[in-house]
């Protein structure tokens, strides 16, 4: 990347995905719809393979030269859990940090200058900040640091995946979510998905809208409270696709409509600290067990996780095969296994184990 941080920076999305190739993970709207076609056939071979004990120690053997860094400056359980997971069933050595009071960072380093120096010690950074702009500015690190590392025959920069930037952008997330729904639908293809809750700061929701533009005839209905509706920039960029979307009044108005209902947490850590707990779901806005009966047969719930009251706890005792938001966690970890083996090289022979 021949520009100053700044520079890079200040490019708007669109103009920053060429220069991000294949060799970061920092928007959705950097994958194509081949590209992601074949993440979720790599993940459905890796999910094979493991099965069987060969097939698992073969898994664990594509990529033992590796070590990745696991920095999360923002709380986690499942990125977390999951790229650890993922990265263990590749074979990769694993190291994390997830507090920067322990990191020189706390004596005034700057993130370039720490993420120069992970780029030293690691061959991935997965990373989560509060920042937006922290992702961005540890691809463009790396990309200027002289350290390459020798991927299926090109010399590339230690990668960087966006495991989570500020209320913006949650890339991985997005894929392991159109993963989930094709797995339950079949495909995506002209289906309407309902999203709701805070749609404003949802940085999951936010990067599963802008993946609905890859795909064919889907309708998008946004039910939200007024000041957490989708902003304009994700409908702006919706807009420019053609992809068709709505505000609904409720969650009840989108529900007979929708193959899809995803879920989302009013993420009010974005507020600071406030006294009396958590911000409550608003009723209508909130999935509840009468819910299930306007929910169509073939129709899937799902959420992001962690859920607080959106939804109502006694779904969980139904054992309802259309909720999907356990599933969905565990397809992460095959998602982020196809997104690992696709930056290093070792996609295509998990597709294909028995040419390799
Ligand atoms: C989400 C996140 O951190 O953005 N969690 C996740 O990665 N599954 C969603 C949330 O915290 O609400």
């Known amino acids: 990347v021949n520009l100053t941080l700044a520079e890079f920076l200040a490019l708007p999305e669109a103009a920053q995905v060429p220069l991000i190739g294949d060799q970061a993970v920092l928007y959705a709207s950097q994958f194509t719809r081949s590209q992601i076609d074949h993440l979720c056939a790599v993940a459905d071979a890796a999910r094979?393979?493991?099965?069987?004990?060969?097939?698992?120690?073969?898994l664990g053997s594509r990529v033992p030269h590796r070590m990745a860094l696991n920095f999360f400056a923002q709380p986690s359980t499942r990125t977390f859990m999951s790229f650890n997971t993922a990265q263990a069933v590749l074979g990769l050595e694993r190291v994390s940090v997830r507090d920067i009071g322990r990191s020189s960072m706390s004596k005034g380093e700057s993130l370039v200058d720490s993420i120069r120096t992970y780029v030293s010690y690691v061959d991935t950074i997965v990373m989560r900040h509060p920042d937006e702009h922290a992702a961005g500015t540890a691809?463009?690190?790396?990309?200027?640091?002289?350290r390459r590392l020798r991927v299926g025959g090109r010399e590339v920069p230690v990668p960087v995946?966006?495991?989570g930037s500020g209320s913006k952008?949650?890339?991985?997330?997005?894929l392991l979510d159109v993963y989930t729904l094709s797995r339950a639908l079949g495909?995506?293809?002209?289906?309407?998905l309902l999203l709701v809750g805070d749609l404003a700061r949802g940085r999951t929701v936010r990067s599963l809208a802008q993946l609905a533009r890859v795909y064919d005839d889907?309708?998008?209905?946004?039910?939200?409270?007024?000041r957490y509706q989708m902003l304009p920039d994700i409908t702006g960029q919706l807009d420019r696709a053609g992809v068709r979307w709505e505000v609904v009044p409720t969650l009840e108005a989108g529900l007979p409509h929708a193959d899809a209902v995803y879920m989302t947490r009013i993420q009010d850590e974005w507020d600071g600290a406030k006294a009396g707990g958590h911000e409550a779901a608003h009723p209508d806005f909130r999935f509840e067990r009468r819910h299930l009966d306007a929910l169509r047969d073939h129709a899937v719930l799902l959420h992001p996780l962690p859920k607080r009251d959106e939804i109502d706890p006694a779904i969980d005792d139904l054992d309802d095969p259309r909720v999907g938001y356990w599933s969905q966690e565990r397809n992460g970890v095959w998602m982020?296994?196809?997104l690992l083996a696709w930056l290093f090289g070792v996609d295509k022979a998990i597709l294909h184990p028995l040419q390799t």
Do not use: K, M, N, Y
Not at 139 to 146: G, K, P, V, Y
């Open 161 to 163: 995946i966006s495991g």
């Open 336 to 338: 982020r296994v196809a």
């Open 169 to 174: 952008h949650h890339p991985t997330q997005a």
């Open 218 to 226: 889907v309708t998008l209905l946004f039910a939200a409270p007024e």
């Open 48 to 58: 094979r393979l493991h099965r069987s004990h060969d097939g698992a120690a073969w």
């Open 139 to 146: 691809f463009w690190t790396a990309s200027r640091a002289h």
């Open 187 to 192: 495909s995506l293809d002209g289906r309407t």
